[in-house]
C-alpha cells in the first residue's frame, strides 16, 4: 500500500463562485498546505453573496489541515456577514458532513449540504430504478461475448479484481462464478443499484464481493490493489474521462490491466429500415453530446489508455445483435433505449414534438428488425484493456 | 448517514484481540508519513468484515490517523508504542499507547469527557473530533507516565 499523505489539489471556479478541494490532506504542519489555504482566503474574499466549498471529493483531512480551513472559513464568515459559505460535501465520505458541521453551528452564515447528486452528468438519467431490468439484460446479452473476449484481455482465475462502476452488480456477479477472484471489490455510486447487487448476490450464495459506494473519480481504495480493473459502458458517460481513467490506473497493480467497454451509437444497425435506424442512433450520438457524455468513445479507446498511461493495448469489436439468444431480450432493451433517450432526454433538451417523433419512430424500426423473422438488428461494443506499466 | 454521536461502554471481558503492532518509538516518530501509513493499515484490517469496508476503513482512519498524530507530537522516544485492535460482536476497538514526558503529566491527567473542555488537554481536538463524528473516545493513564488511547467504533451503526 503506497499513499502519498498529502496529494490533492484545489481550484477555484469564478463562473460557479465554488473551491473545489480534492485528494487527500494529511499535512504535518501548515506550512505544507500555506498555498492551498491562501488561495482558498483569496478566492472568499473575490467571491460574491454565495460561495461554495466544494469538499466531496477530499478523501482524508486531519485536523492539522481541517484547523486551518476552518480558521479560514469562520474568518470569511466574520469579515462578510451577509455572504454565504456553503461547505459542499457528499455522503460517500462519512465523516465529512458531520466534521463541517460542527464549524457550521458557530456560524450563522456557513451552512453544510450534502450533494449526492452532478458526480458525473447522466446520472439523473443512469441512476433511474426503472432502469434495472434493462441493465440485467444489456450484460446478459454483451456476457455471452465478453466472456470469451476477458481471457484474452489477460483474466484468468484467481486474480484480485475491481469491477468499477458496476451499476447493479450483475457483472460482478459473472465474474465471481466464471473467475472465481481472489478478491472482488465492485464500486458504483447508486445507493440502490448496490443494495440490488448485494441482494442478488446472496441469493445467489455469492457472499465475498465487497460492494462499495464511492465516486469513481476519487476512489477511496488504495493504490496499486487489483490485478484486473474493468469499467464498462462508463467512461463514455462521464465527462471527465481521463480523470476516470487515471484513478482506475492508481488502483491497477504494475502489470495489472484496466479493461473497457464503450460504445460507438451511431453504428447501431438494423435491417429492414436501415435508414430511419441510422438517423435515429446518429441523433442519440449528438444527443448525449448535448449532456457532455460521449456515446461514440468505442473507436477512442486506444487513445484514450495510451494518453492514460497504459501499454501492451488491446482493442477489439463485438456486435451484439438479436440472433445471439431471445430476440425480444434485444427489442425489451431498444424500447427502454427509446424511453429514456426520447421520453427524457430529449425533452429536457427542449426539442420539438416533430423531432421527438421521427427520433421514436428509428428506435420502433430497430425494434420491428430485431423480432421481424428475417431482420437483423445490431448494437456494437468496443472491448480495450492496457496494462499498467512496471 | 447515521452518526451514533454517543459514547458506548463496552465489557472489555468481551473483546478478543483482532491485531497487535508493536513499533520502537525512535522509529516512529522519525518518519510523520507512518502516522498515516499505520492509520490506512489498523482501518482497513478493522473494517474487514464491514458491509462496505471501503468507506468503513475512509471513517475510522479520519480518527485512527489523529489518535496517532497525537501520539506522534506526545511520545517520548523511550521504549515502543503499541497499537492494538480488538473487537466483538458490537464494536472494533482501536487503541494507542506510550510514554509521554512526565513534565506533562499534570496535562494528560486531566482529562474531561466533555469538548467543552479548557482546550489545554493535549487531546482536546482528538476529543472534539470524535464526538464530531460518534465516536467513543477514552484516555487510560497509568503511574509509569504511559498514556493508552481508546476508540470504540460502532462501523454499522457510522457508516450505511
Redo the contacts between chains.
Keep these: ?1 503506497s ?1 502519498q ?1 498529502s496529494s490533492f489539489s484545489a481550484e477555484f471556479n469564478e463562473i460557479n463562485q465554488e473551491i473545489v478541494l480534492s485528494g487527500r490532506m ?1 499535512p ?1 504542519s501548515v506550512q505544507e498546505i500555506a498555498s492551498v489555504i491562501n488561495m482558498v482566503r483569496r478566492s472568499l474574499a473575490e467571491s460574491g453573496s454565495t460561495a461554495y466549498v466544494n469538499v466531496k471529493r477530499l ?6 489541515a481541517f ?1 486551518c480551513l476552518a480558521e479560514v472559513l469562520k474568518s470569511a464568515c466574520e469579515q462578510k456577514p451577509q455572504r454565504m459559505i456553503v461547505v459542499v460535501t457528499s ?5 465529512s ?3 463541517f ?2 464549524l457550521a453551528s458557530t456560524q450563522p452564515n456557513l451552512s453544510v449540504e ?1 450533494y449526492d447528486s452532478a458526480f458525473y452528468p447522466g446520472q439523473t438519467f443512469v441512476e433511474d430504478e426503472s432502469f434495472i431490468p434493462i441493465l440485467r439484460t444489456q450484460t446478459k446479452m454483451t456476457w455471452r461475448h465478453e466472456r470469451e473476449i476477458l481471457p484474452r484481455h489477460g483474466l484468468r482465475d484467481g486474480l484480485t479484481i475491481a469491477d468499477i462502476c458496476c451499476g447493479i452488480g450483475d457483472f460482478a456477479t459473472l465474474i465471481k462464478r466464471q473467475f472465481n477472484p481472489t478478491r472482488l ?1 465492485a ?1 458504483d455510486h447508486s445507493k440502490k443499484s448496490l443494495e440490488y447487487a ?1 441482494r442478488v448476490a446472496a441469493e445467489f450464495g455469492l457472499n465475498s464481493i ?5 465516486d469513481a473519480s476519487q ?4 493504490d496499486n490493489q487489483f490485478d484486473f480493473v474493468t469499467c464498462r459502458h462508463s467512461l463514455q458517460i462521464f465527462d471527465r474521462p481521463d480523470v476516470l481513467l487515471r484513478e482506475l490506473y492508481r488502483i491497477c497493480k504494475p502489470g495489472g490491466r484496466v479493461y473497457i467497454t464503450n460504445e460507438k451509437n451511431s453504428h447501431c444497425l438494423g435491417e429492414p429500415h436501415s435508414e430511419t435506424i441510422r438517423w435515429t442512433y446518429e441523433q442519440v450520438a449528438k444527443l448525449f453530446s448535448h449532456f457532455d457524455m460521449d456515446v461514440e468513445m468505442g473507436p477512442k479507446s486506444r487513445r484514450l489508455l495510451n494518453d492514460a498511461g497504459f501499454d501492451a493495448i488491446k482493442v477489439e469489436s463485438f456486435m451484439v445483435t438479436n440472433l445471439d439468444g431471445d430476440p425480444q431480450d434485444f427489442a425489451d432493451v431498444i424500447e427502454a433505449w427509446e424511453t429514456v433517450y426520447a421520453g427524457q432526454m430529449a425533452v429536457r433538451r427542449g426539442d420539438t414534438p416533430d423531432f421527438i417523433r421521427r427520433f421514436r419512430q428509428g428506435f420502433k424500426d430497430h425494434v420491428l428488425a430485431a423480432l421481424h423473422p428475417k431482420g437483423y438488428a445490431g448494437w456494437p461494443i468496443w472491448a480495450a484493456s492496457g496494462r499498467k506499466p512496471y | 448517514m447515521i452518526m451514533t454521536g454517543q459514547h458506548i461502554s463496552a465489557k472489555p471481558g468481551a473483546l478478543k484481540n483482532m491485531a497487535a503492532l508493536a513499533l520502537d518509538v525512535g522509529l516512529f516518530i522519525s518518519e510523520f508519513r507512518l502516522c498515516d501509513t499505520i492509520a490506512e493499515y489498523l482501518a482497513d484490517l478493522l473494517a474487514q468484515s464491514h458491509e462496505d469496508p471501503a468507506r468503513c476503513a475512509n471513517f475510522s482512519s479520519l480518527l485512527i490517523n489523529e489518535i496517532i498524530e497525537l501520539a506522534f507530537r506526545s511520545a517520548i522516544p523511550v521504549g515502543r508504542i503499541d497499537f492494538n485492535l480488538l473487537r466483538n460482536e458490537a464494536l472494533v476497538r482501536a487503541s494507542v499507547a506510550f510514554s509521554y514526558d512526565r513534565n506533562n503529566r499534570a496535562a494528560w491527567s486531566s482529562f474531561d469527557r466533555s469538548a467543552d473542555s479548557s482546550g489545554q488537554h493535549p487531546a482536546h481536538h482528538l476529543m472534539m473530533l470524535a464526538q464530531a463524528i460518534g465516536v467513543s473516545l477514552d484516555i487510560e493513564i497509568d503511574g509509569d507516565d504511559r498514556v493508552t488511547l481508546i476508540a470504540d467504533f460502532l462501523p454499522r451503526e457510522a457508516v450505511r
Design positions: 500500500m499513499r499523505t494529511r504535518r478523501t482524508h483531512m486531519n485536523m492539522t484547523r455522503s460517500v465520505i462519512a465523516w458532513a458531520p466534521l458541521q460542527t450534502i471489490v464500486l448485494r465487497e460492494y462499495t459506494y464511492g476512489m477511496l481504495l488504495a
